[in-house]
């Protein structure tokens, strides 16, 4: 009866063995494929290069009139007549205003017949100085008589002289009739039109004339460039690159006319000057400009394109692909950002390689693979630089 029992059982053992073999080797097949590695990550990357780099300060600044004229009456009259529109442009020496000149016409004339009267009284005193001369010289008449005639012709001609000085200030109160533009440039709005009254040299002006060619530049730059600055300025004017804001077109060029005797406190900062030629008209007093001034070239300098770096808890970093097609995290020290490159200044050597796109799956270690279009070598490599956005 044991017999029995125990021949039913041993199959039963038998196939739950193999049961139990069966599941424990499938549950490691599935785990073994749980942990396999992920596939690498795409990437596009771009080579350490080594290249002359010119040394830009960029700044944001105004542009501004080198020179405005607020025009106003040098003598009191009435205005008769204004020869130009609101927001002209207007040359040196064009009429501007035309004021009443009858009155100062009528001084001048009373002024000529002035000088005309006093010659005449001159002439007569004159002859009776010759006349008492010779009359002195044969004793007929005495030496007072002499010094009364000289004292008589110098007398009036101190007073022609008098006259003619009278008659240039006349004819100058004439020419202040006509107001011209003391200089070439866009007038504003007009503030007196014909039939007011204006007084010399009043408060209010008449209107105001601003320089638009060419055109002055005001921006602040970090004091720390300060040093710089003065030393290339020494040797030549430095040049610029100036955008107007809002603008994509060509930079127009100027150059650095001055510094400022004071550093601001507050901001740490020196503003400076700088003078552009303004042929179209690109520029307008008071715009915002982009300023790019170029101090110097640092040569061999270790360049990367912008989208290159990343920012993080300790700074400014990249990645680095390794030889092993790892990517490795990197600090770097910048020297100087503009939009498509960057000098390092530490971290990195020349013929490195560094991810440009697809930095925000990456990290220390992992495996990369670089795009199709790009094919590395290593450490050496040096692909094409992708186009792209920086992350």
């Known amino acids: 009866m044991e017999t029995s ?6 199959p039963y053992a038998t196939i739950t063995l193999l049961a139990c073999l069966s599941a424990c080797t499938g549950g490691g097949e599935e785990t073994a494929a749980g942990q396999a590695a992920p596939p690498p990550v795409l990437v596009s990357v771009a080579p350490v290069v080594q290249k002359d780099f010119p040394i830009v300060v960029h700044a944001v600044g ?30 040196k020496g064009d009429l501007l205003f035309e004021l009443d000149d009858r009155h100062y016409k009528n001084r001048l004339a009373q002024l000529q017949a002035d000088l005309q009267k006093d010659l005449a009284q001159r002439d007569n005193a004159r002859a009776r100085e010759q006349r008492q001369v010779l009359l002195n010289k044969k004793n007929i008449t005495s030496e007072e008589n002499l010094e009364l005639s000289l004292a008589s012709r ?23 009739t006509r107001i011209l533009a003391p200089i070439s440039g866009m007038t504003g709005r007009i503030l007196l039109f014909p039939g007011n009254l204006v007084k010399a040299n009043d408060s209010s002006p008449l ?61 740490a900062s020196i503003r400076l000057k700088a003078r552009a030629d303004n042929p179209q008209r690109r520029l307008w007093p008071g715009m915002f400009v982009r300023v790019a001034m170029k101090l110097a070239v640092r040569a061999n300098a270790l360049i990367i394109p912008t989208i290159a770096i990343q920012s993080g808890p300790k700074g400014s970093f990249v990645y680095v692909i390794k030889e092993n097609k790892t990517a490795e995290s990197r600090p770097v020290t910048l020297f100087q950002e503009n939009k498509d490159e960057t000098v390092i200044e530490t971290g990195l050597s020349p013929g490195e390689t560094v991810v440009t796109v697809g930095h925000w799956r990456l990290k220390p270690g992992a495996m990369v693979a670089v795009a199709a279009n790009q094919e590395p070598t290593g450490g050496g490599q040096t692909p094409s630089s992708p186009q792209g956005t920086r992350p």
């Open 207 to 267: 209107v105001v004339l601003s320089q638009i060619e060419p055109m002055c530049l005001s921006f602040t730059v970090p004091e720390h460039h300060l040093t710089a600055i003065r030393s290339h300025q020494a040797q030549a004017p430095l040049s610029l690159e100036v955008i107007p804001h809002r603008e994509t077109g060509d930079p127009l060029a100027a150059s650095l006319t001055a510094l400022d005797n004071v550093i601001d406190r507050q901001t």
């Open 62 to 91: 105004n542009a501004e009139s080198c020179h405005t004229v607020q025009i106003k009456s040098q003598i009191d009259g009435e205005i008769i007549k204004v020869n130009f529109a609101d927001g002209q442009e207007v040359k």
């Open 154 to 176: 110098l007398s009036l001609d101190a007073a022609v002289a008098s006259d003619r000085a009278a008659i240039a200030e006349g004819e100058l109160q004439l020419s202040h």
């Open 5 to 10: 029992t125990t021949k039913t059982l041993i």
